[in-house]
């Protein structure tokens, strides 16, 4: 689980929710039509610029990402591959077959290097799956980020639209202070929904697939290294620019081994 995702979504909330009961009922901001409009003009407008299976697999990609934090950190990775390096130089590369690892995209990477293809079809293959989850990524970074841009404009239509109504019953003054409250309740809505939603999950997303691209490039790199038989202290060195200089001190027994 990656709280920090959890507990910045659920903060704003909250805090949106104090301000909102420091002078008044919740029930004040609550307007079903102007909600409906937010949302339901807020989903039409996504389905036009999207294509449905791409929406579903932002939403799938964002549960699954920016919530959770399954990623493998890139000391852990070096220290992983380093050891394989090792197996690899004592074994040959068959000695990988019974390895197994939670890291899917290592995984894959070292059955195709027991199964036996060429570096060069591996290096292929590694690729394309790379540039396919790159892809992944900013297609549901774009989906959210076009929910972000969209949900503040439609709550803006529908403030037109509540004003519009206003100005029809000026004859009756007293209806105009709530007629108002109700209209710019709208705004209030998209203004939520992008920032407090959307934009944050977009942002998330972007880091999570620099984070992904970073990994996948470390183990491509490593694989490339170990098929050349590569020394493991020498493919430590070269792999320790993945990480900061402040975690190059937990390599630091690898490259002495």
Do not use: W
């Amino acid at each position: 689980m990656d709280i920090l995702t959890l507990v910045g979504l659920l903060a704003g909330i909250l805090i949106v929710l104090l301000a909102m009961l420091a002078n008044a009922s919740v029930l004040t901001f609550l307007n079903l039509p102007g909600l409906a409009i937010v949302i339901g003009g807020t989903a039409a407008v996504t389905l036009i610029k999207f294509r449905l299976p791409s929406v579903m697999s932002a939403f799938r990609l964002a549960m699954a990402s920016a919530f959770t934090d399954r990623m493998a950190q890139p000391s852990e990775l070096i220290r992983e591959v380093s050891s394989l390096a090792a197996v690899v130089r004592k074994e040959g590369i068959l000695g990988l077959e019974n390895h197994q690892t939670n890291t899917e995209f290592l995984q894959k990477a070292i059955n195709l290097c027991v199964d036996g293809h060429p570096p060069e079809l591996i290096e292929e293959i590694l690729t394309h799956e790379m540039q396919q989850t790159a892809e992944r990524y900013d297609v549901a970074e774009r989906v959210f980020r076009g929910i972000g841009e969209s949900a503040p404009a439609i709550g803006m239509l529908g403030t037109l639209v509540g004003l519009v109504q206003m100005l029809n019953t000026l004859d009756d003054p007293a209806s105009i202070g709530p007629a108002m409250a109700i209209a710019l309740l709208t705004t209030l809505y998209g203004a939520f929904i992008a920032q407090l939603i959307a934009l944050p999950l977009a942002d998330k997303l972007q880091l999570k697939a620099e984070d992904e691209a970073r990994n996948q490039t470390l183990i491509a790199t490593s694989m490339r290294n170990i098929m050349r038989g590569e020394n493991p202290r020498v493919m430590t060195e070269m792999l320790s620019s993945f990480v900061t200089p402040e975690h190059r001190s937990a390599l630091a027994p690898e490259r002495r081994a």
